[in-house]
């Protein structure tokens, strides 16, 4: 790959970050609260938490799940998109077959998406029980985490697409 390749991927990495970047900041917060939230989100942690601690009795209201032992709230930049985005614009950027970008898109949104629902209801119980660690785990950790999960996803991705479908121009 030539040094102009390289600069070419590099900004159709950026340009496609800020595109979907750009697009998810024209979402209405009503629309994220009442729909994307509510039922991407809060009701699928309030059920598997309500499954696996039955005695929570979380309650999906909007963008909150709610219990007696805790109030969190899910809001822009709370949903996993940052991450989200790093790995779609890598996959649309990086030279592969069409068919391998569309398999490493759909394996990359569900693995995010549900890292994403791990994340927020481990910091439901994290409210719950240690509010004290919630700072800690929400700012620093648990977006740590998310980059590093999305990341070794993309060069797992990216070393299959080379081994196999990569053609150099």
Known sequence: MTKR???QQIIL??????????????????????VIYYYGVVTICADVINFIAPLENVVAQQNHLISVNANLEIVRGCDGAGVLFLVISAILAFPAK????????????ILISMINLIRIIVLYFVVAYHSEWFS???TY?????????????????????????????
């Open 5 to 7: 390749q390289e600069w």
């Open 13 to 34: 990495f950026i340009g496609f970050y800020v595109l979907l970047d750009f697009g998810y900041f024209q979402i209405p917060v009503d629309l994220f609260i009442n």
């Open 98 to 109: 069409l068919i391998r970008k569309l398999i490493g898109l759909m394996l990359g949104i």
């Open 136 to 138: 800690l785990i929400h």
């Open 141 to 169: 950790l648990a977006p740590t985490l998310m980059v590093i999960v999305g990341g070794s996803y993309f060069a797992w991705w990216a070393f299959g697409s080379l081994n196999k479908t990569y053609e150099p121009a």
